[in-house]
C-alpha cells in the first residue's frame, strides 16, 4: 500500500513562512502522475490548495502568489512553501496523491485523488 509521510506544521505567526514535505513509501514515485496539497478547518469542507500535475502547476486564488508547489526530479518528495501566511491559512493539510486523472480539471476535486497523507497542522496567530 503507498504511505505518504507528511511533515512540516508548526504554529508560526502572521507573515512568517513555513515548508511542508510530503514522501511516498510502498511505491515507486514516479508512477505519481500527480501530486498536491489540500487543507480542511472544521467550518469548511476540504478545499483544494495547489497541484502539480506532470509538468504543470496549479494554485488557489487564495494562495496564488505566497505559495509555491515542487518536487525533485522524479517526484520523491513533494514540498509546499508557503510565504506571508495569514490566520485564515490555519488548517490541517493533506498530501494527496494519484496515477490517473479523467480529466483536466480533475485536480481541483478532493474526491479525484487515490492517496491522501495523515494531515499536519499548520496554526498562524496574528
Known amino acids: 500500500q503507498v504511505h505518504l509521510v507528511v511533515s512540516g506544521g508548526a504554529l508560526v505567526q502572521a507573515g512568517d513562512s513555513l515548508t511542508l514535505s510530503c514522501i511516498g513509501s510502498g511505491r515507486t514515485s514516479a508512477t505519481y502522475y500527480a501530486m498536491g496539497w489540500f487543507r480542511q478547518t472544521p467550518a469548511k469542507e476540504r478545499e483544494f490548495v495547489a497541484a502539480l500535475n506532470w509538468n504543470d502547476r496549479y494554485y488557489a486564488d487564495s494562495v496564488k502568489g505566497r505559495f509555491t508547489i515542487s518536487g525533485d526530479s522524479v517526484k520523491s518528495k513533494l514540498r509546499l512553501q508557503m510565504n506571508s501566511l495569514k490566520p485564515e491559512d490555519t488548517a490541517v493539510y493533506y498530501c494527496?496523491?494519484?496515477?490517473?486523472?479523467?480529466?483536466?480539471?480533475?485536480?481541483?476535486?478532493?474526491?479525484?485523488?487515490?492517496?491522501w497523507g495523515q494531515g499536519t497542522q499548520v496554526t498562524v496567530s496574528s
Open positions: 494527496a496523491a494519484t496515477s490517473l486523472f479523467s480529466g483536466s480539471d480533475d485536480y481541483l476535486r478532493a474526491t479525484s485523488w487515490s492517496y
